[in-house]
């Protein structure tokens, strides 16, 4: 049986990541890359100091699958994303094919947890469709919303409460639901801008890592620091991961803000 | 400088912890356990052996508090709840002041990840407030959420779209959103029998360890499969931990369910 396994290494501190994923990676025969450009530099350079370090006998090999173009501005998102992962499986299937023996380890090194807005795990089901016998794993990571919270000390969810995890894109449409906690992921234009003054956010960028940010506070308070922070970084490193949880100001938590 | 340590030690897989939580571990000189009594036995046990495997020098002390009284059924869900941290902060700042040095480290395991659905952070940020020099740490730790979406081998969220982690006690109240997947916690009471038919349910128990159940399909199909899984399981263990996710089934995904 062949094997695909997606291996979660968690959100950038390069001790969160499990003792599975670990024993996974020790068993791995193929690394493949989707190679994003030079603007993912530094996660490449993660993705290869996580490999030395749990792979020291270099008995692997690395094989890159470009990544094909995509519409970053579509009429139809979905629709766009769903076409970009159907050209990306074709590659994968053929790289598996030609790659891959037929009880061989093949791996994706995922950032974070694999379940979370990532497309690996949807491209490589569409892959096990076309290629009999290949068994698709998922180890799960550390998440960039577990590495945010732990990192402000504060629990993810009010008690018996509803948390709601969204994209900055959703958020900046207005689709904010009542009585709900928000997790916002992927939010490239600042949407957090458009949230009420007295919501409470809990911002942080590089997770983990020695470039580490956060911010939190009142959203009125703190707004233009997040946009400046995230201008600075973005200008020092070429890229920005970031990420944030919002406490709606909502009547029904009563006092209790926690 | 006293240290309080929160660590999340995953969902149930011994091999579900991080790097970082094993090196947490192996600081720690008082790991405090809060007595729930016999139905968490198996719980219990998963702590212990964590300890042996990570703590082999056996350097540490286990200092066990008791879990107040709590009402179960109350008027008013949240108040109750915060009375009952309230009091749980009053005996652990407490321990904390009679076991631990000034320089001393204490823990707590946490299943899952200690951000999720627990009340030690709370409490112990309560803690924090009333003993000067102590700081709270948090290491997370892999969820019940993960190991759940990991074993189905399914993404969290849609393409571009949300997912709300909510409990069965507001699923049984009707809280349901619209256009968007949920996750369930808490449920003890079935709550997914409310949903619509044409819902599709990954259902989980155990995760990760040798008692792993998984169940998924249409909601009409499985609900008396779960409902007889969850109650032969309560008998044999005598205690059930379980989550699932719920794929709503609405027109705003189209045709595309993953």
Not at 207 to 219: F, H, K, Y
Request: net charge negative; hydrophobic share 45%.
């Amino acid at each position: 049986m062949t094997e695909l396994v997606l291996i979660g290494i968690g959100a950038g501190h390069p001790d969160q990541i499990t003792l599975e994923a670990v024993d996974a990676l020790q068993r791995v025969d193929v690394f493949f890359v989707v190679d994003k450009g030079p603007e993912r530099h530094d996660l490449s350079q993660f993705r290869e100091a996580v490999c030395r370090r749990h792979r020291p006998d270099e008995g692997y090999r690395t094989v890159r699958l470009p990544d094909p173009e995509r519409d970053r501005h579509p009429a139809d998102y979905g629709a766009a994303v769903r076409d970009w992962h159907q050209r990306r499986a074709e590659l994968l299937a053929a790289a598996v094919h030609a790659e891959l023996a037929s009880d061989g380890v093949g791996a994706f090194l995922v950032w974070g947890d694999p379940a979370l807005f990532d497309s690996t795990l949807r491209v490589a089901t569409d892959v096990a469709l076309q290629v009999p016998g290949l068994e698709i794993v998922v180890v799960p990571g550390i998440s960039s919303i577990q590495a945010l919270t732990a990192r402000h000390r504060i629990p993810l969810n009010r008690i018996g409460r509803p948390v709601q995890i969204t994209t900055g894109r959703r958020l900046a449409a207005g689709e904010v639901p009542e009585g709900c906690d928000l997790v916002v992921m992927l939010d490239g234009a600042a949407a957090f801008m458009t949230l009420p003054d007295l919501d409470h956010i809990y911002w942080g960028a590089y997770l983990g890592t020695t470039s580490e940010m956060l911010i939190e506070g009142v959203v009125a308070d703190v707004r233009d620091d997040i946009i400046r922070a995230r201008a600075d970084a973005r200008e020092r490193h070429g890229w920005i991961m970031d990420t944030y949880l919002i406490r709606r100001n909502d009547q029904l938590g009563g006092a209790s803000r926690v």
